[in-house]
């Protein structure tokens, strides 16, 4: 898809055919680097192909409606403004720990995890919770003291949140910063409508978060043996055909946020809005109905991107006899189509060479551009 979108972008550009609705940022006169995902989604303002049907409205400051399977961005409205996050911050938490643990694991939370304040599982001080119990409490009844516990399991908050941050930078979602675990505010923690559908993306790839965003009630475990059942907050599962999860989340300071994802007919797409100030429920399921409906029918705005490709192991080569073996470098994967594209500002392989031990060596890196700038988090309420 990469230079079919380029093309597709350009042309829409030149002949004024993509709606932009408001004022693009300001860049400085040294900042040639294009926003994660395409230059589109630097703008401040609705951008979509005109040609779609009329998009819904919707009171979020921020939005992104986006093909899940080709990972085309069909809509988005401030798509990397920076907000506050709330609880689906959580979904970068479950992202992180769900391969780092496992889920038989029996923890005992501390006090710390018991008391914190905002929306709880209602842990107690026993060792009777296992993983999977806490990262369903997690995703379904965004428990604040399950995302602590499971931080402690993990090898505690510090470690955590180092994790986190840097699986958001795999993951390029480069407007997110984790402050905490559970997304109560804090300042510095930070994240975008195109970062969360981004990281959303990723957990549905995952067989286990599927099932956590997904179960709408479950049991969980209580002190004697007992148990009592929890429902997922989610309002659109079991009502909204095709629904699969994500996340919601509110704050006084971050106001409302969520991102949805629904499949049909073998489809899925993914909306993620933020700092909203009422119910957004309808207007959530009204994008989604929007995004089934122009997928596969209007130009991309731009694209989410594939995580930062791992670098592979160098590869011996014969040399004289007698003589240090020399390393080679290894190809890199191909990106996936659609994710790379020149539009996205994307790293150049590096080499150098030098003399070690009399032997010549070749080592290979990646080096990544900032793809975007920072804008300060809105004012509180």
Wanted: aromatic residues 4%.
């Amino acid at each position: 898809m990469g230079m079919k979108f380029v093309s597709a972008v350009s042309a829409l550009a030149l002949a004024g055919g993509l709606t932009l609705v408001g004022p693009a940022p300001a860049r400085s006169a040294s900042d040639d680097t294009a926003p994660v995902g395409g230059a589109l989604l630097g703008r401040r303002g609705v951008v979509v192909d005109p040609a779609a049907k009329a998009l819904p409205k919707t009171e979020a400051s921020a939005f992104v409606v986006a093909d899940a399977d080709t990972g085309e961005v069909l809509a988005a409205k401030d798509a990397h403004g920076r907000f506050l996050p709330a609880s689906t911050l959580k979904i970068l938490t479950a992202v992180t720990l769900i391969p780092k643990l496992d889920k038989a694991k029996i923890i005992k939370p501390s006090a710390e995890a018991c008391n914190v304040e905002g929306s709880a599982v209602g842990l107690t001080q026993h060792r009777i919770y296992r993983v999977h119990d806490l990262l369903r409490a997690l995703m379904m009844v965004s428990g604040n003291d399950a995302a602590v516990a499971l931080a402690e399991a993990n090898g505690g908050l510090a470690r955590t949140l180092a994790d986190m941050n840097a699986e958001a930078r795999r993951l390029q979602a480069l407007d997110t910063v984790a402050k905490t675990p559970n997304g109560l505010d804090k300042p510095g923690q930070s994240s975008s409508a195109y970062d969360l559908a981004l990281i959303a993306r990723a957990g549905l790839a995952n067989a286990d978060f599927r099932e956590y965003v997904g179960t709408k009630v479950a049991n969980f475990p209580a002190p004697g043996g007992k148990h009592y059942e929890m429902a997922n907050h989610n309002r659109l599962l079991g009502r909204y055909p095709g629904m699969i999860g994500v996340k919601n989340g509110w704050t006084t300071k971050a106001l409302g946020s969520f991102v949805g994802a629904a499949k049909r007919g073998g489809h899925t797409i993914i909306v993620s809005i933020m700092r909203h100030e009422g119910s957004f429920w309808e207007e959530v399921k009204q994008l989604l109905d929007w995004g089934f409906a122009s997928r596969g029918h209007v130009a991309a705005v731009g694209s989410l991107v594939q995580p930062v490709p791992e670098a592979r192991p160098t590869k011996p080569v014969g040399g004289p006899p007698g003589a240090p073996p020399v390393a080679r470098a290894a190809t890199p994967a191909p990106a996936a189509s659609g994710q790379n594209s020149p539009l996205l500002g994307t790293g150049a392989l590096v080499a150098a060479a030098g003399l070690l031990g009399g032997g010549l060596w070749i080592a290979y890196g990646v080096r990544r551009r900032s793809r975007r700038r920072g804008r300060p988090l809105p004012p509180s309420p």
